[in-house]
C-alpha cells in the first residue's frame, strides 16, 4: 500500500504562486510515476503534471504548460507541485496520485494511477 498527503493548497490572487507538497509514505516503487491531478463541480479529473521518479521525466498539461513546475525529493519521498502565475480557471481541488506502471501515452490518464490523497483546495481570485 501506498499512502498519499497533499498540502499547501489556500488562497491566493491571480498571478500569485503556491506550492503544494505530496509526501508518499508505505510501499514505494522504482518504476513509480507520481502525478496531479485537478478536479472542480461537476466536471471530470483533469490531468495537470507528472513525474516518472526514477528519471525524473516529466509531463504537464498544456494549460499550465509554462506556469506549473513538477518537482521531487528523494529523500523526502516528495512530491511537489510550483504552481505560478495562477489564474482564476486553476480554482480546483488537487489531487496526487501514484501509478505503478504507468506508459508516457497514458500518464494523463487517472485510471493509470492506482493511489490517491485526500485533495487539497486551491482558490484563485480575481
Known amino acids: 500500500q501506498v499512502q498519499l498527503v497533499e498540502s499547501g493548497g489556500g488562497l491566493v490572487q491571480a498571478g500569485g504562486s503556491l506550492r503544494l507538497s505530496c509526501a508518499a509514505s508505505?510501499?514505494?516503487?522504482?518504476?513509480?510515476?507520481m502525478g496531479w491531478f485537478r478536479r472542480t463541480p461537476g466536471k471530470e479529473r483533469e490531468f495537470v503534471a507528472a513525474?516518472?521518479?526514477?528519471?525524473?521525466?516529466?509531463y504537464y498539461a498544456d494549460s499550465v504548460k509554462g506556469r506549473f513546475t513538477i518537482s521531487r525529493d528523494n529523500a523526502k519521498n516528495t512530491v511537489y507541485l510550483q504552481m505560478d502565475s495562477l489564474k482564476p480557471e486553476d480554482t480546483a481541488v488537487y489531487y496526487c496520485?501514484?501509478?505503478?506502471?504507468?506508459?508516457?501515452?497514458?500518464?494523463?490518464?487517472?485510471?493509470?494511477?492506482?493511489?490517491w490523497g485526500q485533495g487539497t483546495q486551491v482558490t484563485v481570485s480575481s
Open positions: 508505505g510501499r514505494t516503487f522504482s518504476s513509480v510515476v
Open positions: 513525474i516518472r521518479w526514477s528519471s525524473r521525466h516529466t
Open positions: 496520485a501514484a501509478g505503478r506502471t504507468v506508459a508516457t501515452t497514458t500518464v494523463s490518464k487517472a485510471d493509470e494511477y492506482g493511489y
